[in-house]
C-alpha cells in the first residue's frame, strides 16, 4: 500500500466479544490514537503494520511489526503512528486476577520497556492475538492464558515455585477429552470432571501428558480427520464430526501440526494405503 493509501485510510477498531476477563481488539490509526490513560487490566498487543509510538513510564516507546507490547496494569500510556503511513495492531486485555489464579500468589510479571522481540512471547501470545474474527473456544483461551502467564514471568525473571503435580487427575482429564473430543469442552466441566481447579490442573496435564489439555483435544480431533478422510468422506463433513467449528478451522490446525494440507495429506497418505 503507498503513503497515501495509508494517509486516506479511515481510523478503525474491531474488537470481538468479550469472553472469561479477556477482551480483543485490531485497530488501525495514523496521527494521534489515544491520549494518555491507564487500565486495571495488562494491555498486551502485535504491531502488524507501521511504526507504534507510545509514552510510557517517562519515556518514549515504538514498536515495530512483530514486536509484542506488554503494558502493566495501572501505567499510564498513550498511542500515536510513528510515522506518517499510520500503524494497525491487535491488543487484548486481561485481567490481573486470571494471571494470579495461574501464578498462584506470585509477583504479577513486569516488563520495563513496555515492547519485546523475546521469542517466548511472541509464541506465546500467538493464540490470543489472532484476527478477532477468530472465536477462541474456553479451554483454548484457558490453554493461552497460562502459557502466557508462565512466558511474562519467565521473561520478567519471577522466581518459579514448582509443585510434583496430580496424576490422577491429569488422567481424568485425559479420559474426559477423549470421550468428548467431537465437541466445545469447557473448563467449568473439566474442572467438576477431575476436581482440579482449572490452572493447577493445566500444570498437571502438561507434566505428565507433554502438552496442554486443548492440544491434546485438537490431535484427538486431527485423529479422527485423518480416519475419516481414508475412509472417503469429504473435508468439510470430517471437520464437523471432529468437533471443528469449520473447515477453515480444521485445516489450519491440520496444517500447523502435520505440515501438509489435508488435502495434499490425502493424495499421499491415500495413495499409500491403497498402494
Not at 485490531?26 to 507501521?50: C, N, P, Q, S, V
Not at 485481567?95 to 506470585?106: H, K, N
Not at 477462541?136 to 492464558?145: I, K, T, V
Not at 485425559?174 to 490442573?201: K, P, Q
Request: some cysteine.
Amino acid at each position: 500500500m503507498n503513503r497515501q493509501a495509508h494517509v486516506s485510510c479511515p481510523d478503525w477498531v474491531r474488537r470481538a466479544e468479550p469472553i472469561e476477563g479477556v477482551e480483543r481488539i485490531e485497530a488501525w490509526f495514523h496521527g494521534k490514537a489515544y491520549a494518555m490513560h491507564r487500565h486495571d487490566t495488562y494491555a498486551i498487543g502485535r504491531t502488524l503494520a507501521g511504526v507504534q509510538s507510545f509514552s510510557y513510564r517517562r519515556s518514549q516507546r515504538n514498536s515495530l511489526p512483530g514486536n509484542t507490547i506488554v503494558l502493566h496494569p495501572d501505567e499510564a500510556h498513550d498511542g500515536q503512528a510513528g510515522t506518517d503511513e499510520g500503524f494497525q495492531y491487535r491488543m487484548i486485555y486481561i485481567e490481573p486476577a486470571l494471571f494470579q489464579e495461574v501464578l498462584g500468589g506470585r509477583a504479577l510479571p513486569f516488563l520495563e520497556g513496555g515492547v519485546t522481540t523475546d521469542p517466548r512471547l511472541a509464541a506465546a501470545t500467538a493464540r490470543l492475538l489472532q484476527h478477532v474474527g477468530y472465536t477462541l473456544e474456553p479451554l483454548e483461551q484457558g490453554d493461552a492464558l497460562a502459557e502466557l502467564a508462565h512466558a511474562l514471568a519467565a521473561v520478567a525473571g519471577t522466581p518459579v515455585r514448582r509443585s510434583k503435580g496430580d496424576f490422577l487427575a491429569a488422567r481424568r482429564a485425559r479420559d474426559y477429552l477423549h470421550a468428548n473430543c467431537a465437541r466445545v469442552v469447557t473448563l467449568d466441566e473439566l474442572e467438576a470432571a477431575t476436581g482440579r481447579d482449572r490452572w493447577s490442573l493445566s500444570h498437571d496435564f502438561r507434566t505428565f501428558y507433554g502438552t496442554s489439555p486443548y492440544r491434546y483435544l485438537t490431535m484427538r480431533r486431527l485423529d479422527a480427520v485423518r480416519r475419516m478422510l481414508l475412509a472417503g468422506t469429504s473435508l468439510a463433513q470430517a471437520a464437523a464430526a471432529a468437533g471443528f467449528a469449520d473447515q477453515s478451522h480444521m485445516t489450519r490446525h491440520f496444517s500447523t501440526t502435520f505440515g501438509l494440507t489435508p488435502g495434499r495429506w490425502l493424495r499421499v497418505a491415500g495413495g499409500v494405503q491403497r498402494g
